[in-house]
């Protein structure tokens, strides 16, 4: 039997995140004053963001504990059984015809594998113990998803600890500061997750090690996707907002007056787009000749 939490979690996250959403239109409309506090401000409303959300994460694993741990409790012995190569459930004795003498015997037939979901035109092959095992089965796979989330949950709540510890420290005033992230460590970089609303990926990016650096000169959409494994949907989202990143790092706009400064760079690319434009054409001329030999 299927169960799958993360869409619960997926639906809490989206609920929060659409509550946010409204609360910063209100609050960006009444920020026309900005004192000097303004960092700090913004960096403990995006931690306290993230934290409302894993709250929520939390409360909603703590309802299936309560529900499936203490309701039912849990045991072994189902999932002992199945490592031991013993079935799921077994039909009724009753059930099982014995084989006639002189009959020819039929081909085997291709039939769909068996259900272990209890039915009402299955019922009557289910005895008590069957029915028991089943049971621990079920108690036991969500013991195992209860588990594997809150150990999930509980590493994020740590890094989130270590990134709030990080923006309070005076000692590092300039903390999240979008102008200085190509020197931007992990714990900023994660701070920089959250105020973009994609804390999901916290974990990755803190035990991938990714600092300012790595984020604005070594990521780009295939590395997202087949590295890191950000979702498709996410990619383009996180590229628009490196590209935020980048264009207010001075040390990048020093490089792009460098590179339109630099004729023989210009001419490089000019040559680059011109080799790019001609494959692009001949792969379109390849198309066109493949449809005409496939229709001879």
């Not at 020819?104 to 005895?127: C, E, F, Y």
């Not at 049971?135 to 989130?160: E, F, G, P």
């Not at 990926?201 to 984020?215: C, P, Q, R, W």
Request: glycine share 4%; proline share 4%; with cysteine.
């Amino acid at each position: 039997m299927n169960f799958d939490i993360s869409e619960d979690l997926e639906a809490s996250k989206a609920k929060e995140a659409k509550n946010d959403g409204v609360a910063d239109k209100e609050s960006n409309h009444n920020d026309s004053d900005v004192d000097s506090d303004s960092s700090s401000k913004r960096r403990s409303k995006t931690l306290t963001r993230t934290r409302s959300l894993l709250q929520g994460d939390m409360d909603l694993i703590n309802r299936y504990a309560i529900k499936y741990g203490s309701k039912f409790g849990g045991s072994n012995s189902a999932l002992n059984r199945q490592a031991s190569g013993l079935p799921v459930h077994s039909p009724s004795p009753s059930l099982v015809s014995s084989p006639q003498p002189n009959q020819p015997q039929q081909p085997p037939q291709q039939r769909r594998k068996p259900s272990n979901l209890v039915s009402s035109s299955s019922a009557h092959q289910w005895g008590v113990d069957a029915l028991s095992e089943e049971h621990s089965q079920m108690v036991n796979a969500m013991n195992s998803m209860i588990s594997q989330q809150s150990v999930v949950l509980d590493r994020k709540k740590r890094i989130l600890d270590m990134v709030e510890e990080a923006s309070n420290d005076s000692s590092n005033p300039d903390f999240g500061k979008l102008e200085r992230a190509d020197d931007w460590d992990v714990l900023e970089v994660c701070w920089w997750l959250s105020s973009i609303h994609l804390d999901k990926y916290l974990e990755t990016f803190h035990s991938l090690t990714v600092d300012g650096s790595i984020l604005l000169r070594d990521l780009d959409e295939t590395v997202l996707l087949k590295e890191i494994g950000i979702k498709r949907l996410h990619v383009r989202k996180m590229m628009r907002e490196i590209q935020k990143l980048r264009d207010l790092s001075p040390k990048f706009k020093k490089m792009k007056q460098d590179e339109n400064n630099n004729p023989q760079l210009q001419s490089l690319k000019a040559e680059i787009e011109a080799l790019k434009k001609e494959n692009h054409h001949l792969r379109e001329e390849n198309k066109k000749l493949r449809l005409l030999v496939q229709a001879k």
